[in-house]
């Protein structure tokens, strides 16, 4: 049983340059979720994909961000321009519709950035 | 909107004594609950969650957490803390989606970090 997998793990980079994140979920699941993490807080919302459809986007994914899942299986964030304000963990999720999962998420392992 | 609060950010047990992280919920539709832990970078592993069937929850590695609407509250136990427990804990909330296409995000609260002392 393979779950959800994210790479790469860790991710150092300089300020201003571009990086690019990849989620891939649990093959039976059509609904991804990106979040981030700060050091000391809880996990945010910032994205929401059913299938390949990108349904809702939090206020915390400014233009820098953009995420796609263009065959409605694996996923890519991409953040533009890199901020030392944009360091953080960045999990994926995935899940079955809510009605049939009562909406549990199952999490991958993150991706930490490190924006120097 | 939604949201959820944890009460003390750092809690410390002896090994063998009982587990109490209390979590608080804000929800203005039925909500679905949910404790999860995580170990040091490592993602989130799901403990358990409340759907409405029972209003006592029992989750994996002996934890269970009760819902009580007249309190909002859905406070995780464990009867005897082992030093594999230390780690930080996270409660959530999200909506039924009941929408089409509505994203049932996670909201999560700032997490509890269980310290367990010999």
């Known amino acids: 049983d393979t779950g959800v997998s994210q790479d790469p793990r860790h991710k150092i980079t300089k300020r201003g340059q571009n990086v690019t994140f990849r989620c891939d979920p649990i093959s039976e699941h059509n609904r991804l979720y990106w979040y981030r993490q700060t050091l000391g807080q809880g996990p945010e919302f910032l994205t929401y994909?059913?299938?390949?459809?990108?349904?809702?986007k939090s206020r915390l994914l400014s233009d820098r961000f953009s995420a796609e899942r263009p065959k409605g299986s694996f996923s890519t964030l991409e953040i533009q321009r890199t901020e030392q304000g944009d360091s953080a963990m960045y999990l994926c999720a995935s899940s079955f519709p809510v009605g049939r999962s009562y909406n549990e998420q199952f999490f991958g392992p993150g991706t930490r950035l490190t924006v120097l | 909107a939604q949201s959820v609060t944890q009460l003390g950010s750092h809690v410390s047990v002896s090994e063998g004594a009982l587990v109490l992280l209390r979590c608080n919920y804000s929800s203005s539709v039925p909500p679905y609950l949910f404790w999860y832990v995580q170990y040091p970078n490592q993602g989130l592993q799901l403990l358990l969650k409340?759907?409405?069937?029972?209003?006592l929850v029992k989750g994996i590695n002996g934890f269970e957490a009760e819902f009580k609407k007249s309190e909002t509250s859905f406070h995780l136990t464990k009867p005897s803390a082992h030093m594999s427990d230390a780690a930080e804990y996270f409660c959530?909330?999200?909506?039924?989606?009941?929408?089409?296409?509505?994203?049932?995000?996670?909201?999560f609260g700032t997490g509890t970090r269980l310290q367990v002392t010999l």
């Open positions: 994909f059913q299938n390949e459809a990108q349904l809702e």
């Open positions: 959530a909330v999200s909506d039924r989606g009941t929408g089409t296409g509505t994203a049932s995000k996670l909201t």
């Open positions: 409340y759907t409405s069937a029972a209003t």
